[in-house]
C-alpha cells in the first residue's frame, strides 16, 4: 500500500515551491546560470528589478521585512520557480526580499526578452499560468496552515505537504530529505525553534516520525492527519 494515496485526498501546506525547468526552455537558451552560495541576497524589498529570475537548482528564502526589522517568511522557493515576475509584469516595486538558503544556480533573464516570451509563445505563457496557479494554490493552503491555533497543527500540515511534493516511499515510511534546519522550519510555521524542537521530539516520542540529522522519516502519516483535524 502507498501511504502517500491518503494525502492525495488533501492540500497541505508544503514548504517548498518548484516547478518543472523544462518549461522556461524558451526563455532560457542561450543564457547561462550564476552560481550563489548560501546567503546570497538576491534583491530587496522595495527595490525596483529589470530582471527575472529563473531558480535552476536550490533554495530560496522568499521574505518580508517588518517595521521592526524582523523576517516574515513567505515560501522558499526551489528548482523550476520563476521570480520577480511580479514586478516584470506590472513596474512596480518588490514586495519581498530573497536569500539563498543553499547554494543556487539561477538564470538572470532581461524582463523585455520574459514579456516578448509571453506574448509571443503561446505554450510558454500554457505552462507560465500553470505555475502561476500551482504558486496561488500553495499560498492559499499556507494562508489556511497559519490561522491554526496551535503549532503542532501547523507543523503537521506543513510536513505532510512536504511528503506530497518531495517524499520517497520506503519500507520504513515515507522520505524526507530537504535539509531544512529547524529555524527554517520554524519560520514556515510562523513559530519559534524551540518550539519546533519540541514539536518533533513530541511526534518522535508518539512514533510518528524518525529523526536523522535534517532527514526526517514519517512513519505515520495518519496520525499527523488526525494531529492536523483535531478541534478542541
Not at 508544503?14 to 518549461?23: E, G, K
Not at 535539509?179 to 518533533?200: C, D, E, K, Q, Y
Request: charged share 20%; glycine share 6%.
Amino acid at each position: 500500500m502507498n501511504p502517500l494515496a491518503d494525502l492525495e485526498k488533501f492540500q497541505y501546506d508544503s514548504p517548498i515551491l518548484t516547478y518543472d525547468m523544462t518549461a522556461w526552455q524558451s526563455l532560457i537558451q542561450g543564457l547561462f546560470p550564476r552560481r550563489a552560495p548560501a546567503g546570497t541576497p538576491f534583491w530587496q524589498q522595495r527595490q525596483f528589478t529589470p530582471y527575472v529570475h529563473v531558480l535552476l537548482s536550490g533554495c530560496v528564502k522568499i521574505l518580508q521585512y517588518t517595521h521592526d526589522g524582523r523576517e516574515n517568511v513567505s515560501y522558499l522557493a526551489g528548482a523550476g520557480c520563476v521570480l520577480t515576475e511580479d514586478s516584470a509584469m506590472s513596474g512596480a516595486p518588490l514586495r519581498t526580499s530573497a536569500i539563498a538558503v543553499t547554494p543556487c544556480r539561477v538564470y538572470i533573464v532581461a524582463k523585455e526578452d520574459f514579456l516578448r516570451q509571453l506574448k509571443n509563445d503561446f505554450d510558454f505563457t500554457l505552462r507560465f499560468l500553470e505555475y502561476r496557479n500551482k504558486k496561488f494554490l500553495l499560498f492559499a493552503a499556507r494562508i489556511q496552515n497559519l490561522l491554526q491555533p496551535h503549532p503542532a497543527q501547523r507543523m503537521a500540515t506543513t510536513l505532510l505537504g512536504a511528503c506530497q511534493e518531495f517524499g520517497s516511499v520506503t519500507p520504513r515510511g515515507i522520505e524526507l530529505n530537504l535539509g531544512l534546519s529547524h529555524a527554517l522550519w520554524a519560520a514556515l510555521i510562523h513559530a519559534n525553534r524551540v518550539t519546533v524542537t519540541r514539536t518533533l521530539s513530541r511526534f518522535e516520542q508518539e512514533g510518528w516520525l524518525l529523526r536523522e540529522g535534517k532527514r526526517l522519516v514519517i512513519t505515520a502519516p495518519e496520525a499527523l492527519m488526525k494531529v492536523v483535524e483535531f478541534r478542541e
